[in-house]
């Protein structure tokens, strides 16, 4: 199982930015997936899933309205759009997958480093 | 929203000594409970699911407990890759909670 992040970087408050997941190993459409962030020296926050076959979402309240999860399972690939970004949101987002028990993390990419700032 | 309050936040140990992590959920989780190491710059792994379930290929050494709103983990012989912190969590009910994370550091 292999899960690669990408997309992350330095974007200012109140922009946007999508990031993806890269999936292999597994076979993609079977599995929910999630997205875990974790501020810098922070504990570690589930923000969002997707069940597999990205039929129905799921957001954490701190960023319901501004970030849309969706898969491409054809692509075996995650994504989170991000927008109306904060300081707040500055985070390692980290793609996870949902084992056969939902909502139980199996395995994790390396996660990729999101910035807001000005 | 259920939280998890982990004890304690930090610890200090030796090679060779048992270690116990505390987990108190705020309501009853069943056996909802699941247990992460993460490692300096590194992903979470996954060690422990539904209390007490070993993940394959963790050793061991790992045991977890509990059911409704009171889980350990312990570390029965504490080996220098077991330095890091260990996360709780919760899959009960969306939205899936963490514990504030336990540092277990070198003596």
Do not use: H
Request: with cysteine; glycine share 10%; aromatic share 12%.
């Amino acid at each position: 199982v292999q899960l690669l992040e990408s997309g992350g970087g330095l974007v200012q408050p109140g922009g946007s930015l999508r990031l993806s997941c890269a999936a292999s190993g597994f076979i993609f459409s079977s599995y929910a997936m999630s997205w875990v962030r974790q501020a810098p020296g922070k504990g570690l926050e589930w923000v969002s899933g997707i069940s597999d076959s990205g039929g129905s979402t799921y957001y954490a309240d701190s960023v319901k309205g501004r970030f849309t999860i969706s898969r491409d399972n054809s692509k075996n690939t995650l994504y989170l759009q991000m927008n109306s970004l904060r300081a707040e949101d500055t985070a390692v987002f980290y793609c996870a997958r949902d084992s056969s028990t939902s909502g139980t993390f199996d395995f994790w990419g390396q996660g990729t480093l999101v910035t807001v700032s000005s | 929203d259920i939280q998890l309050t982990q004890s304690p936040s930090s610890l200090s140990a030796s090679v060779g000594d048992r270690v116990t992590i505390t987990c108190r959920a705020s309501q009853s989780i069943s056996n909802y409970l699941n247990w992460y190491q993460q490692k300096a710059g590194k992903a979470p792994k996954f060690l422990i699911f539904v209390a007490s379930s070993l993940q394959n290929g963790v050793p061991s050494r790992f045991s977890g407990s509990g059911s409704g709103t009171d889980f350990t983990l312990t570390i029965s012989s504490l080996q220098p890759e077991d330095f890091a912190t260990y996360y709780c969590q919760q899959s009960y009910s969306s939205p899936w909670t963490f514990g504030q994370g336990t540092k277990v550091e070198i003596k």
